[in-house]
């Protein structure tokens, strides 16, 4: 069935360094990738998303990558702070059902002082 | 604040026992998503409602219902709970055409 992967699980960065998270997905027709961001105790937040007739997308600090052909897509946040410690999830839309989407595991992100 | 409010923060009950949950959409919108998180997981897509009609299900177990009414709020109700159902459990609202969902603070359900 349909799946995304999401890497890595935890991901400990010096702050004002940059850190990436990596997702796979399976479901060649998806056309809608959200990433979440999840605090302790709160729900998640949309922080950005791409759709599949984008490449690349930027807003601020934060910028995500796609790449149809290999099925893979990117967060990337540079100049990292103390607060963007949370836990991250990918998600992947499914063709079966235009508005379910799927998520990754997560990875927990530290920024280090 | 995504403007999606759930009810309650938190439930404690017991083993067999039944609880409904409560969410509201933001403003405007017709879809209502559920999901789980259990500790450390991610999150399980339950079930999706749209302006009152069932538009997607997975994997729900029997046990757990949901509906939506005609003001848009949704409940997901939970019967003969176990253990292993001790969990956040997420709401989240899109609007018409729109991919985005915004979740909800989530309600922690503690079963004993």
């Known amino acids: 069935g349909e799946n995304v992967e999401q890497h890595p699980s935890t991901l400990s960065v010096q702050e004002g360094d940059s850190a990436v998270i990596k997702c796979t997905y399976s479901?060649?027709?998806?056309?809608?990738f959200p990433w979440y961001k999840q605090e302790l105790g709160k729900g998640p937040q949309l922080i950005i998303d791409?759709?599949?007739?984008?490449g690349e997308k930027k807003d601020q600090r934060i910028a995500v990558t796609l790449n149809k052909t290999a099925k893979h897509f990117s967060l990337h946040i540079t100049e990292t702070q103390p607060e963007d410690s949370a836990v991250y999830f990918c998600?992947?839309?499914?063709?079966?059902?235009?508005?379910?989407?799927?998520f990754g595991s997560g990875t927990r992100l530290s920024i280090r002082p | 604040d995504s403007g999606v409010t759930q009810t309650p923060k938190h439930l404690i009950t017991a083993t067999g026992q039944r609880v409904t949950l409560r969410c509201s959409p933001r403003?405007?919108?017709?879809?209502v998503y559920w999901y789980q998180q259990s500790l450390d997981q991610g999150l399980q897509f339950l079930i999706q409602?749209?302006?009152?009609?069932?538009?997607a299900k997975g994997n729900i177990l029997e046990r757990f219902s949901a509906q939506q009414f005609p003001d848009l709020h949704s409940e997901l109700n939970l019967s003969s709970l176990e253990l292993g159902d001790s969990a956040l459990y997420f709401c989240?609202?899109?609007?018409?055409?729109?991919?985005?969902?915004?979740f909800g603070p989530g309600t922690r359900l503690t079963v004993t």
């Open positions: 989240a609202s899109s609007g018409q055409g729109s991919y985005e969902q915004y």
């Open positions: 479901d060649s027709a998806s056309n809608y």
């Open positions: 791409i759709r599949s007739n984008v």
């Open positions: 998600a992947a839309s499914i063709s079966s059902s235009a508005s379910k989407i799927i």
């Open positions: 403003s405007g919108d017709l879809s």
């Open positions: 409602y749209y302006n009152g009609e069932e538009r």
